[in-house]
């Protein structure tokens, strides 16, 4: 069984650019949740598709911050205009329907904004 | 979301049982106790989860007290490639893993 894929694993960009991260989760995890680690700080969540949908968006810093899920399978996280404090490590996580189920990470995406 | 804490780091040798507490005096009746373990440039990995009492897998142990306020992760007979961050995360339930990670227990094994 594949594990859940982080593409790129990284990327440097300059300040005000555009990037999109993609996740492609373990097949048949209806759940697809986005997480990052900021330098020096601790793994936050940022939210949580069940499917297609935003179940918890609640983590998500600014609305230059936009994660889709069409389809309900890979989902995107783009940033626009990406900001210096915007540099970290991306992670995407999976997990099957039903509560008390593991969740898988992917190795993450590593941004710098330069 | 209980908030939980947990030694900064540890050191063993190898071959030894390491044990990693985690007090998390806030936790509620839909929480579980869910355990991860994190290599330098890779996700976070899931180990082991309880509710109560203890709960053992091919990798590790958790011991779970009746109060459930702590809980005890049993590594048996490490080795160097144990060397990694614990994180102990208490999940509710009702928010499948929308987990809140806090700093970890880094885990040096020695030779």
């Known amino acids: 069984e594949a594990g859940v894929t982080q593409f790129p694993s990284h990327s440097v960009i300059e300040k005000g650019q555009t990037v999109t991260l993609r996740c492609d989760p373990i097949s048949g995890h209806d759940n697809l949740y986005w997480y990052r680690r900021v330098m020096g700080k601790e793994i936050k969540f940022l939210l949580h598709f069940v499917k297609e949908s935003k179940q918890d968006e609640s983590g998500m810093p600014n609305n230059r911050f936009l994660a889709e899920r069409t389809g309900g399978t890979y989902s995107t996280l783009k940033v626009q205009p990406a900001e210096l404090e915007d540099s970290g490590v991306y992670f995407c996580?999976?997990?099957?329907?039903?509560?008390?189920?593991?969740?898988?990470f992917g190795q993450g995406t590593r941004l710098t904004v330069v | 979301l209980a908030k939980t804490t947990q030694p900064i780091s540890m050191d063993s040798y190898e071959g030894q049982e390491v044990n990693i507490t985690c007090s998390h005096n806030?936790?509620?009746?839909?929480?579980?106790i869910t355990w991860y373990q994190q290599f330098p440039s890779q996700g976070p990995r899931f180990i082991i989860q309880?509710?109560?009492t203890k709960v053992t897998n091919e990798v590790a142990s958790l011991f779970i007290p009746a109060d459930r306020k702590s809980s005890t992760l049993s590594l048996p007979r490490v080795s160097l490639s144990d060397t990694a961050v614990y994180y102990c995360?208490?999940?509710?339930?009702?928010?499948?893993?929308?987990?809140?990670f806090g700093g970890g227990t880094r885990l040096m094994v020695k030779p």
């Open positions: 806030n936790i509620a009746t839909n929480d579980y």
């Open positions: 995360l208490v999940r509710n339930n009702n928010a499948g893993n929308m987990l809140t």
């Open positions: 996580a999976s997990s099957r329907r039903g509560g008390g189920t593991e969740a898988f």
């Open positions: 309880g509710y109560k």
